[in-house]
């Protein structure tokens, strides 16, 4: 029930406000975590009578879920499956057979022992030499006989964890993600002199290179959720990390144009803009460092110098991308340039180091999916930035200029696949 009470305004006027009755008048907070305490009521009746043990009884038991996230080889001697339970029961690992023959395991990281609990994952040590380049075909058998199949192609010692190993990592960082943002960066004096049309040009040819990054990262996040354990829901976990880093910054977005109709000037720069360009960036050459430390991680390392030229090519377009939006107005401290390049170069480091760390299927997938949700909203925010400064997104240059951006990335990809 609702009561009306006036009360007085600070300049002397008086305002109705409805004030809403609690039912049996109770305070306002019981009303609000109420729900929730039944809630919890019902989940524990529910759990402890357990009122469909008689159906489950019928209709059997459910089915055994394991999933072989992948496989390290620490040495010729050694072979190491990283495996997760997905199911709702616990599994015994019963025996392991290598190229159809049974062989000695032992278990790591479940208790001391072969049973897994669910969500529980551990890692399944088989003492056995393999020939690098031999395909190996490796079957966990549970105690209930369910069998569960991996090949390892073209087995490839991994080099370990070492101070070298991240040194190598930084170096290889370097020359992939900083040295060419840095170049492309240098781009800057040039692009300041062009008239507004050609600059419109400029932001949209950035934004065909970031919508390739987006394509290339979201089709790479669907492809790896493949591996990702069941119980995780790879492909959910890729659309929610898409949607929530797409929402996380539109909210910045938000609170910013809020900051600018405050009055606030540094809110409505273009330097804003190039932050967020740069992040996006960031974020998806995050994932490409883990992409790199994950090869070192698994014995997959084949970064020649062809491999490394391909890289900067294809990263060398980033850098205009980075400093189009402050190409207008007064040039930005140098500070800002440098914070630029490290936030949009920097992260291949850190992502290399995690990636040969705690490489993870799962840590993968989310990351290149937050790339994609951040690099799409910040496509939008270039084409607002188009439209603010008078200029039409969609005209003739601009969708030229966008399809070059997606063609020049796509051809500079070809020398990293190659």
Do not use: C
Request: glycine letters at 12%; proline letters at 6%.
């Amino acid at each position: 029930m609702a009561d009306e009470t006036q009360k007085p305004t600070p300049d002397g006027g008086v305002s109705t406000e409805n004030e809403v009755t609690q039912p049996l008048g109770l305070p306002r907070w019981v009303s609000a975590i109420l729900p929730i305490v039944l809630l919890v009521l019902v989940l524990g009746v529910f759990a402890f009578t357990s009122p469909l043990a008689s159906i489950q009884s019928q209709s059997g038991e459910p089915l055994p879920d394991v999933t072989i996230t992948h496989t390290t080889l620490p040495s010729d001697e050694t072979v190491v499956l990283h495996v997760t339970n997905n199911g709702p029961d616990s599994v015994t690992i019963a025996q392991v057979l290598v190229d159809e023959a049974y062989w000695n395991f032992q278990v790591e990281g479940a208790g001391g022992d072969q049973t897994l609990a669910p969500m529980e994952s551990a890692q399944i040590v088989i003492p056995y030499h393999w020939n690098p380049g031999w395909d190996l075909n490796v079957a966990l058998v549970l105690s209930d006989g369910a069998t569960f199949e991996n090949t390892i192609v073209a087995p490839s010692q991994a080099p370990g964890f070492s101070l070298s190993l991240l040194w190598t990592l930084a170096v290889i960082g370097l020359f992939v993600g900083v040295i060419p943002v840095a170049l492309g960066m240098l781009w800057f004096p040039y692009i300041k002199t062009m008239s507004d049309r050609w600059l419109h040009a400029v932001l949209l040819f950035a934004a065909g290179v970031l919508g390739f990054l987006a394509f290339d990262a979201g089709f790479e996040a669907f492809e790896l959720a493949e591996r990702v354990p069941g119980a995780y829901e790879g492909n959910l976990l890729v659309v929610s990390g898409i949607f929530g880093a797409l929402l996380l910054v539109q909210a910045i977005s938000a609170w910013r144009e809020g900051r600018v109709a405050a009055g606030d000037s540094r809110a409505s720069s273009g330097l804003w803009i190039a932050y967020l360009v740069a992040v996006g960036i960031g974020l998806h050459n995050l994932a490409e460092g883990l992409a790199i430390g994950s090869s070192f991680a698994l014995g997959r390392v084949s970064l020649g110098a062809f491999l490394v030229i391909g890289f900067m090519l294809h990263n060398v377009t980033e850098g205009p991308a980075v400093v189009a939006p402050v190409a207008r107005g007064e040039r930005p401290a140098l500070g800002h340039f440098a914070a630029l390049g490290v936030i949009a170069g920097a992260p291949v480091i850190l992502g290399g180091w995690i990636g040969s760390l705690a490489y993870s299927p799962t840590i993968g997938a989310f990351f290149l999916a937050i790339g994609v949700g951040a690099i799409l909203q910040v496509n939008w925010e270039i084409a607002s930035m188009v439209r603010d400064a008078g200029g039409r997104v969609a005209s003739a240059t601009n969708l030229l200029a966008f399809l070059l951006g997606l063609g020049i990335m796509y051809v500079t990809d070809l020398f990293v696949a190659l």
